[in-house]
């Protein structure tokens, strides 16, 4: 069984730049949620979808967006970069909603210059 | 919104001893609580959870406890190996708002 994948990996962007970053979950799961990692602030909520609705939302500016498809795959944006925005980005894929029996992807490193 | 507090950010214990993490929460209407383990440079992994009708939950070495009242529940780690050196979270959730993580403790197994 396929695991959660994050695309790309790696990304170096510019400020004022925007960003989109990938996410496919685990087949059958259909709720994707959208964390912020970063050595200060550790692990930061941003968005939860569940079958192409967004459930909730963190404490996040609106240049942070998201969208999920039909297939369950997620898409998350962020718009007019910041340095700030450097973080690790990771979405779990769980099978209901609520933050139950969260997979982790291996995350995609966003690098702001 | 849900506060989740974890301790000690930093934990160093000799190979074979005992790992206690300790973390509270503040909204009680919060009713699952996992634990993840972070080894470094890779995803965070679903190691225990606990739903909030259960008091203990035990998976080989680790356990997790659990305090409605007190709103508190901690992460136990027996015989400690060098393998379970990693960073863990914990975090509460289960509602509307997702899962509020702790901010994490660094767990260093000295041989």
């Known amino acids: 069984k396929a695991g959660v994948t994050q695309t790309p990996r790696y990304l170096i962007k510019t400020r004022g730049q925007q960003v989109t970053l990938s996410c496919s979950p685990i087949?059958?799961?259909?709720?994707v949620s959208w964390y912020q990692q970063t050595p200060g602030q550790g692990l930061q909520f941003l968005f939860e979808y569940f079958s192409e609705t967004q459930r909730n939302k963190g404490n996040f500016p609106g240049r942070f967006s998201g969208r999920q498809f039909s297939n369950s795959r997620s898409e998350m944006n962020v718009s007019t970069l910041e340095l700030g925005d450097s973080a690790l980005y990771l979405c779990a894929s769980s099978l209901i909603s609520l933050g139950y029996g969260y997979t982790f992807g291996s995350g995609t490193r966003l690098t702001v210059v | 919104g849900e506060n989740v507090e974890q301790h000690p950010s930093t934990l160093s214990v000799q190979e074979g001893d005992s790992a206690v993490i300790k973390c509270t929460y503040s909204?009680?209407?919060?009713?699952?609580f996992p634990w993840y383990k972070q080894e470094l440079g890779k995803r965070p992994q679903l190691i225990i959870d606990?739903?909030?009708?259960?008091g203990e939950k035990k998976d080989q070495r680790i356990a997790v406890t659990l305090n409605k009242t007190a709103k508190h529940f901690s992460l136990h780690i027996t015989e400690t190996q060098p393998e379970d050196s990693a960073v863990y979270f914990c975090a509460a959730g289960g509602g509307a708002d997702g899962l509020t993580f702790g901010k994490g403790t660094h767990l260093i197994i000295q041989p």
């Open positions: 909204d009680s209407a919060s009713n699952y």
């Open positions: 087949s059958g799961h259909r709720s």
């Open positions: 606990i739903r909030s009708n259960v």
